[in-house]
């Protein structure tokens, strides 16, 4: 069964960078896009970035261009998500998800916390 | 930009909710999709390419709309319908969500 597991919850410092992985199981990892969504504390879901795993071509929300960087390692099927030069504002629940080129999927990871707090 | 309408729903129990999604500009219908967000959980696709229920979604829910006006219908709500629901695009190179619609039982 198709299964996008990430890793545990964070705490850094601002200005600090973070890394989230993003583990697929039970499909073929290029035949689909991995989304990352992020929602603050009180706050709705912001899309922050679309990844094709195959080719390693990343589109990324232009607030976070500079910032956001992903990487795919193929042996493990895991996608990795960094945000460099934290702020508070960086505090939020990241979520991996299964999607097409466009669009978010069915299939979600758990969610990762993130907390920036000095 | 989506903008979601009302912020808040309140609908009794058995009822019919009907949230709407308005984009800045025209969309291409495909590209529009709808989540439920439940606390604690992962968002939930309920809606692909405006009016395609996602595999396990029960017919209660239905999708509609062209152009600029999308909306989300759910019939005979149910408590396991209580959440906040997303419409989601990517348009511009870039993907984007509405602010969502909380939907809770009156």
């Known amino acids: 069964q198709v299964q996008l597991v990430q890793s545990g919850a964070e705490v850094q410092k601002p200005g600090a960078s973070m890394r989230v992985s993003c583990k697929a199981s039970g499909y073929s990892l290029t035949n689909f896009y991995i989304h990352w969504v992020r929602q603050a504390p009180g706050q709705g879901l912001e899309w922050l970035a679309v990844v094709d795993p195959g080719e390693t071509n990343t589109r990324i929300v232009p607030k976070l261009q500079g910032r956001l960087t992903t990487t795919t390692d193929m042996s493990t099927t895991t996608i990795y998500m960094e945000l460099s030069r934290l702020t508070s504002d960086d505090t939020a629940v990241y979520y991996c998800?299964?999607?097409?080129?466009?669009?978010?999927?069915?299939?979600w990871g758990q969610g990762t916390h993130v907390t920036v707090s000095s | 930009v989506l903008t979601q309408s009302p912020a808040t729903l309140s609908v009794s129990a058995g009822d019919r909710a009907t949230l709407s999604c308005r984009a800045s500009?025209?969309?291409?219908?495909?590209?529009l999709a709808w989540f439920q967000h439940r606390p604690g959980q992962a968002p939930r696709l309920l809606i692909y390419a405006t009016s395609s229920r996602a595999k396990g979604i029960p017919d209660r829910y239905s999708g509609s709309g062209s152009g600029t006006d999308f909306s989300l219908t759910i019939t005979r709500l149910e408590s396991e319908d209580v959440g906040v629901y997303y419409c989601h695009h990517y348009g511009g190179a870039a993907g984007t969500f509405g602010q969502g619609t909380k939907v809770e039982i009156k």
């Open positions: 998800a299964r999607g097409s080129r466009f669009l978010a999927g069915a299939f």
């Open positions: 500009q025209n969309i291409d219908s495909t590209y």
